[in-house]
Each structure stands twice: as structure tokens, then as C-alpha cells.
């Protein structure tokens, strides 16, 4: 299997730019998750799916993140104006049956 | 979010030395996960562990998920150096809502 696959892995943009984080899945599994990992704060849940459906979003910071699963094999994290706070490393996981939690390599941002 | 304390927050070894760390929660949990993070990478899963008092190894790493449910180890034996990195633990209660530990940071030196 592929593993979890992110993209891009580094992303380098401007205040009030628009950035959109991609993640596949591992195929098969029907959770996924959204992480953000910071020096300060560790790693954080934002959001988790659920068979594509959002089941908490309690851990989105603001009205400037969105997240979405279309499909059982793709998902976004979008972030919208993005903020020099936002800089952070942006994980994604999957599981099957929430039995265990495979993380992709990451998508490093840095908002200048 | 809920964050476990994981300790100790660093560690400075021999190659060679046995490591021991720990993860403590106040709350109870059904699952605990261990992981290690390469520089530049994600977390890889190490062990998982689904009941209290469970003892699993992988290779020379063993961990522990605690009677009480509310804590976990993870033991490293005759250290190698790359077995240098982070390890985090992460515990859930429903299986899909992890928290995770603050992590150990591992040096070994040669």
C-alpha cells in the first residue's frame, strides 16, 4: 500500500493568500484526520471525517479553515485569507475502525 | 484539547543503553499508541496496544498499556543510533479521538 500521501510538501505563500493542503487516504480506510503540529502546541486534531462525513470540528481554529471529503479517497484543508500564525506542519491521518492512526509526511506552510 | 504528559521530555543516551519512557492521561483509555518522527517526516506507528495490562514487543522496543488505563510505557533496548528521534504516545478513548503526548526526544551518541 501507498500509505497516507500529502500534498504539496512545501508550501510557501503571502498573507492573505489562499492555501489548499491535499491528502489521500490509505485506500480501504474510512476515517481521516487533519493534524497540525507546532513547536508550541504539539500535535493537534482539527478536524476528523468519518465514511466522508465531518465529525468534529471542534479543533478548527477559525472561520478561515474549511475542510472537505468529497470522496472515500480524497480530502482538503483549505485555509482562507491565511495568516503568519497558520506557519506550521499540516499532517493527515487515516484509520480503519479507529484501530490505528497512519500519518502521511506532512505539508509544511509557511505564511511570509 | 486534552494532551497527555509524556516524560521525559528529552534524553541524552549511550549507543548500547536500555530507554525507558512513560505517558500519563487523567482520563481512561481503551487504546494507546506509540510513534516515532524523523525530522521532516510524520509520526510512524511503533506499537498499539487495546488492553490494560497488555505487554507488546516489535523488535528490541516493548510497551505497556497500564492496569489502571490511565498510563503507558515504552521501553528501547540496546539503543542503536537510529534510534534517534521523537516518540510520542497517543491515547483514545473511542477510538477515534486521539490525544497525543508531548513527546521524548532521543539522542544517542556513538
Known amino acids: 500500500d501507498a500509505g497516507v500521501i500529502q500534498s504539496p510538501r512545501h508550501e510557501v505563500t503571502e498573507m492573505g493568500q489562499e492555501v489548499t493542503l491535499r491528502c489521500k487516504p490509505i485506500s480501504g480506510h474510512n476515517s481521516l484526520f487533519w493534524y497540525r503540529q507546532t513547536m508550541m502546541r504539539g500535535l493537534e486534531l482539527l478536524i476528523y471525517f468519518n465514511n466522508n462525513v465531518p465529525i468534529d470540528d471542534s479543533g478548527m481554529p477559525e472561520d478561515r479553515f474549511s475542510a472537505k471529503m468529497p470522496n472515500a479517497s480524497f480530502s482538503t484543508l483549505k485555509i482562507q485569507p491565511s495568516e503568519p500564525r497558520d506557519s506550521a506542519v499540516y499532517f493527515c491521518?487515516?484509520?480503519?475502525?479507529?484501530?490505528?492512526?497512519?500519518f502521511g509526511s506532512g505539508t509544511q506552510l509557511s505564511v511570509l | 484539547g486534552q494532551q497527555l504528559n509524556q516524560s521525559p521530555q528529552s534524553m541524552f543516551i549511550q549507543e548500547g543503553e536500555d530507554v525507558s519512557m512513560n505517558c500519563t492521561s487523567s482520563s481512561i483509555f481503551n487504546t494507546w499508541l506509540w510513534y516515532k518522527q524523523d525530522p521532516g517526516e510524520g509520526p510512524v506507528l511503533l506499537i498499539a496496544l487495546y488492553k490494560a495490562g497488555e505487554l507488546t514487543s516489535n523488535g528490541r522496543l516493548t510497551a505497556q498499556f497500564g492496569i489502571t488505563r490511565k498510563d503507558s510505557f515504552l521501553n528501547i533496548s540496546a539503543s542503536i543510533p537510529s534510534d534517534v528521534g521523537i516518540y510520542f504516545c497517543a491515547g483514545s478513548k473511542t477510538g477515534n479521538q486521539f490525544y497525543f503526548g508531548t513527546g521524548t526526544s532521543l539522542t544517542v551518541i556513538p
Open positions: 491521518a487515516s484509520s480503519l475502525e479507529g484501530e490505528k492512526l497512519f
